[in-house]
């Protein structure tokens, strides 16, 4: 990489792993992010268990997500996140409606973690894990962190642990979708949302926080 491109990375992130930790937190949205990314689930699950009635909880929770968009929107902050949960739970909405099933609201999220997985998964098996890219978004060339091959390294456990969360939420899911299980599909996207999320990031910080590598990529 070039003195002209090391320039060009935000002097606020001097190793990998801020680099990363960084660039997690902006995708994730935060803490407010997560939780309103939780939201429409929640509260789709809550009104199944207390009517039955799909079309009354796709409403509800609809309405909850614009609710939120709203508030974004008067707070004058990014709605991308909110955005995000809306088309989620509408695309849901969709496939749910379509076909009368209320087990269907959660079919998209479980093609979505299984695609997601996989793409890692490939992503590692090639040696492009796709953490690297992260690296390659704040240096400002999305390839450079591939000629090295600790870099390779670090990002493919990195990835490793991106990947499970996903990985086990179609494992935990798909069976409950085959079994018919609304409530318990509902309560399992809950728990394995932002709680797992969280847990997968911890570990990531700990992997991240016993290393200090210089954002600069050399040639392995």
Not at 34 to 47: L, N, R
Request: hydrophobic share 55%; glycine share 10%; aromatic share 8%.
């Amino acid at each position: 990489m070039s003195t002209a491109d090391m320039t060009a990375a935000p002097a606020a992130h001097a190793t990998v792993e801020a680099a990363v930790r960084a660039q997690l937190t902006k995708a994730l949205g935060g803490r407010r992010g997560v939780v309103e990314a939780a939201v429409p689930t929640v509260v789709f699950t809550g009104m199944w268990l207390a009517t039955e009635d799909l079309k009354l909880s796709l409403i509800v929770s609809i309405g909850s997500a614009v609710a939120l968009l709203l508030l974004r929107i008067a707070q004058r902050t990014t709605p991308q996140f909110v955005l995000n949960s809306l088309v989620g739970i509408g695309i849901g909405a969709f496939f749910a409606t379509r076909s009368g099933a209320a087990k269907d609201v959660f079919l998209p999220g479980i093609w979505y973690n299984g695609a997601y997985a996989a793409g890692m998964l490939l992503s590692i098996v090639v040696r492009w894990p796709l953490v690297g890219f992260l690296i390659g978004s704040v240096t400002g060339d999305p390839t450079a962190w591939h000629r090295d091959a600790g870099l390779v390294r670090l990002c493919s456990r990195l990835t490793w642990l991106l990947m499970l969360p996903c990985l086990l939420r179609v494992v935990v899911q798909l069976p409950l979708y085959l079994a018919d299980q609304v409530t318990a599909l509902g309560i399992a996207k809950i728990a394995l949302g932002w709680p797992l999320q969280v847990a997968g990031l911890a570990a990531m910080v700990w992997v991240l926080a016993r290393g200090r590598t210089p954002l600069e990529p050399g040639v392995a």
